[in-house]
């Protein structure tokens, strides 16, 4: 999908908390210093404070310190050019757009646990489809928490898209039928599915999240072609824990990274790209529907390093 034009100044913005504490704070330590062991140590504390994780942190510092040892460099500067593209190595060219089906419509399932803004997110992937003037239909899948089908009208009505809803407590994988059954009817491009982040455990939870992508997969061969996992950027480590069961029960294709304007450890974008198995595609930035950025690397690391 062409969506998501990057507007880097939104990223900027939506990256600050993390640029004060890890860029600024590397400037401050290394300004007017030269590189030893001393330095080597604090710089390593600091990519761990901001989530980097201690894999890519350990990989990081060990080139750090043999490109010092081998005297190719020495001062504040140099470093902070080579921690970024130390960073940046660490991506491969892999495939972050989002996927379109051959034949409309393209389904997008959106999964994750409670809180972490999948409803959210569902309305800013409406909003810059919107946006692109293409046609999108919400299916309110979350029929278990108590005001979640409400929330989700909500946005439709701001955003001006259908939504296909149960009663709350019906069945979710019923309205993802009824909701698959009138995207084909109605024609339209895309359709977002919002689900439950719990119910009585997390069993049931997979249990069902396996029901409602094999009823779209039924109705549409192919679908979902998007399972998107959102993650809260502020659950930091525990996000990926979380990752690992949702990778096993469905399987997810790509990470939407939310709340990323809320914490100073935006470095956990690094740790998801070493320890899952999915890129991640899209970052949320903020509460409003058009607070979202498809995620580009390049782009990520300088503005944590601003
Ligand atoms: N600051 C910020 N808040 C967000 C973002 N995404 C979602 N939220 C907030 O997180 C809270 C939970 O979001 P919701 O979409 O209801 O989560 P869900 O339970 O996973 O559906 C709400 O208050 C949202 O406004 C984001 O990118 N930045
Ligand atoms: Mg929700």
Do not use: C
């Not at 750090?64 to 504040?76: E, F, N, V, Y």
């Amino acid at each position: 999908m062409g969506l998501f034009r990057s507007t880097i100044d939104r990223v900027r913005r939506g990256l600050a908390r993390t640029a004060g504490s890890l860029g600024g704070g590397l400037r401050s330590v290394l300004a007017g210093r030269s590189l030893d062991e001393d330095l080597i140590e604090e710089i390593e504390a600091m990519l761990i404070g901001a989530d980097v994780g201690v894999e890519a942190t350990a990989a990081i510092v060990d080139d750090l310190r043999a490109d010092w040892k081998a005297g190719r460099i020495s001062t504040g500067e140099e470093v902070l050019d080579h921690l970024k593209s130390s960073l940046k190595n660490r991506w491969e060219d892999v495939d972050r757009r989002i996927a379109v089906a051959p034949e409309a419509p393209t389904v997008i399932l959106v999964v994750g646990v409670n809180g972490v803004g999948k409803t959210t997110s569902v309305a800013k992937i409406a909003h810059s489809l919107r946006e692109e003037g293409r046609s999108v239909l919400l299916a309110a899948a979350d029929t278990f928490r108590a005001g979640a089908v409400a929330q989700l009208s909500i946005w439709s009505e701001r955003l001006g898209v259908s939504i296909v809803k149960g009663a709350q407590g019906s069945d979710p994988a019923s309205v993802a039928y009824d909701a698959a059954d009138a995207a084909l009817a109605r024609k339209v491009d895309v359709l977002l599915v919002d689900t439950a982040g719990r119910l009585h455990n997390q069993g049931d939870l997979m249990r069902q999240l396996v029901k409602i992508r094999d009823v779209i997969r039924k109705k549409i061969p192919g679908a979902p072609h998007e399972v998107l996992l959102v993650l809260d950027a502020t659950s930091g480590q525990n996000g990926l824990v979380q990752a690992r069961s949702f990778e096993e029960a469905v399987d997810i294709t790509g990470v939407f990274l939310s709340k990323l304007d809320g914490t100073a450890r935006g470095g956990i974008v690094v740790a998801i790209r070493d320890q899952l198995s999915v890129p991640v595609k899209l970052v949320g930035v903020g509460e409003r529907p058009e607070d979202v950025e498809p995620f580009d690397p390049a782009t990520f690391i300088d503005a944590i390093f601003e």
